[in-house]
C-alpha cells in the first residue's frame, strides 16, 4: 500500500510538470499507469518463480542431505553388518606368504595376518572362526576393500600417506615392523646392493617395494632391469628358477619365501634394510565406530601380552586384583559398550586367539620353520616398538 501511495504521488507531480509544460497529462498519466502495470505483473511473475526455484532449491537441498545421510548411514553401518551376516568378510594374502597367510593343503587358511582377521571376528561376534577370508593380490587388495567386498584388510599392506588419504583408507595398529630387503644367490659374490649393478631384480607390481627399489637404487647409482610382476607368487618362483639375479619384498616374505625354494641353502638375504614398512590391518574412511573396534581389538592382543594375560590364564585373571586388567577383559567398566560391542570384547580375543606373543610364536616364532626373531616387534617394555594406549 505504502508503495502504490508513493507511485500516486509521483504520477501527480509528473502530470502537474506534464500541464505546465504544455502536455496531455492525462494521456501521459494513463501511459504511465499502463507501463506501471506491466512491470507490476512482471514482478509478479518474477516473484512467482523465485518461489518456484526457492522451493526446488529446498527440496534439491533436501535430498541432498538425505542421500549425504543414507550414504553416512551406509558408511557407518560395518558392525551391524557384519553382525546380521553373521561372517566377517577379510582380505589377506592370496596364499603365497607361508607364516602371514597361505593356503594349506586341506584348503584351510593360516598365517599371523589371517590370525588378524579371526581376532576381529572373536571380538565383534563371538567367535573367531566366523571369518570369510577373500585372498587378494598386490592389485587387487585395495579396489576390493574400497568397493565394500570385504570388511576390513589384512595383508602385509604398508601403511603409508597417499594410502591414508588419497586412497581413502585408515591404518590401526601396526601389528609387524617390517623393512625392505634383497635376496640373492649364495654363489653369486653379491654381498651387498651394490653388486646388483646391471642385474636383473624381480618385484612385484602395485607395490611400495617396487617404488623403494626404484628410489633406492637410483641414489646408490645402480643400473637394473626391473622384472615386475601381477601374480603374487611370480617374482619368487621366477627367481628361483635363475631367471633374475635377485628378489626383492618385506623381509619377513623373503624368510617366508625362502622355506619355499627348491633349494634354500642356495639363497642367502643381504643385510641392507631397504625401506621402512609398518604393517597392519586397514579399514576403509567414513566408519569411525568401526575404525575403533578394529584398533581396539588388534591392540587388545598386545597389551595383554604386556599384562601377563594368556589364553591359558585369562579365566584366572577374571579375578585378578589389577585394575587394568579387569578394565581390559570387561570385568569392570563398559569399554565394551563404547564400541557397540560386549563388555568382555577383549576376553574373547585371548580366550580364542591368545596375546600378540601367542599368534606370533604361533605362526613366526622359534617351533616354526622360519624362528622370526622379535626385534622391534618386541613390546616397548623389551626394548622393541609395540606399545598399547590405555584401557581405561
Known amino acids: 500500500m505504502k508503495n502504490k501511495f508513493i507511485l500516486g504521488l509521483c504520477l501527480t507531480a509528473f502530470a502537474v510538470f506534464l500541464?505546465?509544460?504544455?502536455?496531455?497529462?492525462?494521456?501521459?498519466?494513463?501511459?504511465?499507469?499502463?507501463?506501471v502495470s506491466d512491470l507490476e505483473s512482471q514482478l509478479a511473475d518474477a516473484k512467482s518463480m523465485a518461489a518456484d526455484a526457492e522451493a526446488k532449491l529446498e527440496d534439491a537441498m533436501s535430498m541432498a542431505e538425505e542421500a549425504g545421510d543414507g550414504a553416512a548411514m551406509a558408511s557407518a553401518d560395518t558392525l551391524a553388518a557384519v553382525q546380521d551376516r553373521g561372517i566377517l568378510k577379510c582380505g589377506v594374502p592370496a596364499g603365497v606368504s607361508p607364516g602371514f597367510g597361505f593356503i594349506e593343503e586341506d584348503g584351510s587358511y593360516t598365517g599371523f595376518d589371517y590370525d588378524y582377521c579371526r581376532v576381529i571376528a572373536a571380538a565383534v561376534l563371538g567367535d573367531a572362526d566366523a571369518v570369510e577370508v577373500r585372498p587378494t593380490t598386490g592389485t587387487e587388495r585395495f579396489p576390493v576393500l574400497q568397493s565394500g567386498e570385504i570388511d576390513m584388510l589384512s595383508r602385509q599392506t604398508t601403511w603409508t600417506i597417499s594410502r591414508d588419504t588419497a586412497l581413502g583408507f585408515n591404518f590401526v595398529a601396526t601389528t609387524y615392523y617390517d623393512?625392505?630387503?634383497?635376496?640373492?644367490r649364495a654363489d653369486s659374490g653379491i654381498e651387498s646392493l651394490e653388486g646388483l649393478d646391471g642385474g636383473t631384480v624381480c618385484v612385484a607390481a602395485g607395490t611400495?617395494?617396487?617404488?623403494?627399489?626404484?628410489?633406492?637404487?637410483?641414489q646408490l647409482g645402480i643400473a637394473y632391469e626391473a622384472v615386475v610382476f601381477d601374480e603374487p607368487d611370480a617374482p619368487r618362483s621366477t627367481y628361483d628358477e635363475g631367471r633374475c639375479d635377485g628378489w626383492t619384498t618385506d623381509k619377513s616374505g623373503l624368510v617366508s619365501g625362502l622355506v619355499q625354494m627348491n633349494d634354500p641353502s642356495e639363497h642367502v638375504i643381504l643385510a641392507e634394510t631397504m625401506s621402512?614398512?609398518?604393517l597392519g590391518p586397514l579399514v576403509r574412511h567414513g566408519d569411525d565406530n568401526w575404525f575403533d573396534i578394529v584398533q581396539w581389538s588388534t591392540l587388545c592382543t598386545m597389551e595383554a601380552e604386556e599384562?601377563?594375560?594368556?589364553s591359558a590364564n585369562v579365566d584366572e585373571m577374571?579375578?585378578?586384583?589389577?585394575?587394568?586388567i579387569l578394565n581390559m577383559l570387561?570385568?569392570?567398566?563398559?569399554?565394551g559398550q563404547a564400541l557397540g560391542l560386549n563388555n568382555d570384547?577383549?576376553?574373547?580375543?585371548?580366550?580364542?586367539?591368545?596375546?600378540?606373543?601367542?599368534?606370533?610364536?604361533k605362526n613366526l616364532g622359534p617351533d616354526t620353520p622360519f624362528n622370526l626373531a622379535r626385534g622391534v616387534n618386541s613390546l616397548w617394555t623389551e626394548g622393541g616398538l609395540l606399545y598399547s594406549p590405555p584401557f581405561r
Not at 500541464?19 to 507501463?35: E, I, M, N, P, R
Not at 623393512?179 to 640373492?184: A, E, F, Y
Not at 599384562?307 to 594368556?310: A, E, Q, R
Not at 570387561?330 to 569399554?335: F, I, P, S
Open 19 to 35: 500541464v505546465a509544460c504544455g502536455g496531455d497529462a492525462g494521456q501521459a498519466v494513463a501511459d504511465l499507469q499502463a507501463t
Open 179 to 184: 623393512g625392505q630387503g634383497m635376496m640373492v
Open 208 to 218: 611400495t617395494t617396487e617404488k623403494n627399489l626404484a628410489d633406492v637404487f637410483r
Open 276 to 278: 621402512k614398512e609398518p
Open 307 to 310: 599384562l601377563g594375560v594368556t
Open 318 to 324: 577374571l579375578g585378578s586384583d589389577n585394575p587394568k
Open 330 to 335: 570387561g570385568v569392570e567398566g563398559d569399554l
Open 345 to 361: 570384547f577383549c576376553y574373547q580375543i585371548i580366550k580364542q586367539m591368545g596375546n600378540y606373543e601367542e599368534i606370533y610364536n
